[in-house]
């Protein structure tokens, strides 16, 4: 166990944005780490940290499946990092870990809140992708919601992005026609080229719900599950094109996150077309599905290693850059996963 105290550095959430996150929403503050434990607890030092949209979701003023992050206290989220001491006969110094200790260097966690990683089977950092919290979120969301039958087509929302880029992957492999929605055309071109897709239309090239709606509506010839990681404009495009009992998951609305949430909702006004359709809508959570993540980590385990799934991470360099990197999601920087080096 190190004797020493050793520099940490901590990105305190400390105001609550109203449009765009940014790093002035966030203090960086520096204090001295000891790692004296109480038993059953690991010191753990970060290497990689996350940055997700649930986030900037967290940092509305409202409840959504959460309260809103405190104010004064560690962003948080997931890390992956080592052990450099630890309490817990579950964990050595040195082993590789997953934890939920948030934007800080170095962390400690009770030996209950972490998963321990083996770098020999997989990258550490697909702990926070593929193997992770959005892997586990494509998969269920994907197979248990909208339950793809060959030959169906589906259509996914932010389909290169962390969630997006694995949902396109497993419906192919579950034998459907897949087409993605992304932002410029080296995403698209990453979509058709590197993961097989059907098609890719990038929705930056449209100005309006109309036009896109009628390339949608021209590429796929309409849609039996729409996996909505993005709503707003994009969302309004597709509703027109479900298809008789067409699925829609939502699984998140990236579009309306940057100060939308704080605002009074409309009323939808596409339910017409579920209606005509008898199609259903269900949002999907993560963390309904932690109890069966071992049953997906089986299944996609195997395929990562393999290559037959391929994940893409994004890595920016710098602790400093953490507010950087969460802003960028917003703008499409990212290409999969997005994670910070620290
Ligand atoms: N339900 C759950 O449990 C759960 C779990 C994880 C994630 N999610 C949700 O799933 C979505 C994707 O999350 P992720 O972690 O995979 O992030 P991500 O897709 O890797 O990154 C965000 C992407 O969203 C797109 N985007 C950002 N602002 C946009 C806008 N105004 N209009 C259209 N596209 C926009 C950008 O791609 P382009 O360049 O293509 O625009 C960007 O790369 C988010 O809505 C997130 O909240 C939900």
């Given at each position: 166990m190190p004797s020493l105290a050793l520099a940490n550095r901590q990105w305190i959430y400390s105001a609550r944005p109203d449009g765009r996150v940014g790093s002035e929403h966030y203090t960086l503050q520096e204090s001295s780490f000891s790692p004296d434990l109480a038993v059953n607890e690991v010191a753990i030092q970060a290497h990689y940290i996350s940055v997700d949209p649930y986030m900037r979701i967290q940092q509305a003023q409202r409840h959504s499946f959460d309260a809103p992050h405190p104010l004064g206290i560690v962003q948080r989220g997931g890390a992956v990092g080592q052990v450099i001491a630890s309490r817990s006969e579950l964990f050595q110094v040195g082993d590789w870990v997953l934890s939920y200790s948030g934007w800080q260097l170095y962390a400690k966690c009770h030996a209950g809140e972490l998963r321990k990683?083996?770098?020999?089977?997989?990258?550490?950092?697909?702990?926070?992708g593929v193997l992770g919290m959005p892997g586990r979120t494509a998969w269920f969301g994907?197979?248990?919601a909208g339950k793809p039958k060959p030959g169906e087509t589906v259509l996914v929302s932010g389909a290169a992005g962390a969630v997006g880029s694995l949902v396109v992957q497993f419906a192919k492999k579950a034998g459907c026609k897949v087409f993605g929605l992304a932002g410029g055309a080296?995403?698209?071109?990453?979509?058709?080229t590197k993961l097989g897709l059907d098609g890719a239309i990038d929705y930056?090239?449209?100005?309006?719900?109309n036009t896109l709606s009628d390339e949608i509506a021209a590429r796929t010839g309409g849609v039996d599950i729409y996996f909505d990681n993005v709503g707003g404009m994009i969302t309004d495009a597709v509703i027109?094109?479900?298809?008789l009992r067409?699925?829609?998951?939502?699984?998140?609305q990236i579009s309306q996150y940057d100060g939308g949430l704080d605002k009074p909702d409309?009323?939808?006004?596409?339910?017409q077309h579920m209606l005509f359709q008898r199609a259903t809508i269900q949002g999907v959570l993560a963390r309904d599905y932690t109890a069966r993540m071992d049953e997906m980590l089986a299944i996609v385990g195997p395929w990562?290693?393999?290559g037959e799934i391929v994940f893409e991470e994004t890595v920016v360099e710098g602790f400093e850059r953490l507010p950087e990197a969460l802003n960028s999601l917003f703008e499409g920087k990212n290409l999969g996963k997005m994670l910070v080096k620290v």
């Open positions: 990683l083996d770098a020999a089977q997989a990258p550490v950092t697909t702990a926070l994907l197979m248990d080296t995403k698209c071109d990453f979509l058709v930056r090239a449209f100005t309006n719900a027109p094109n479900i298809k067409a699925r829609i998951i939502i699984c998140g409309l009323g939808p006004r596409f339910l990562v290693s393999t």
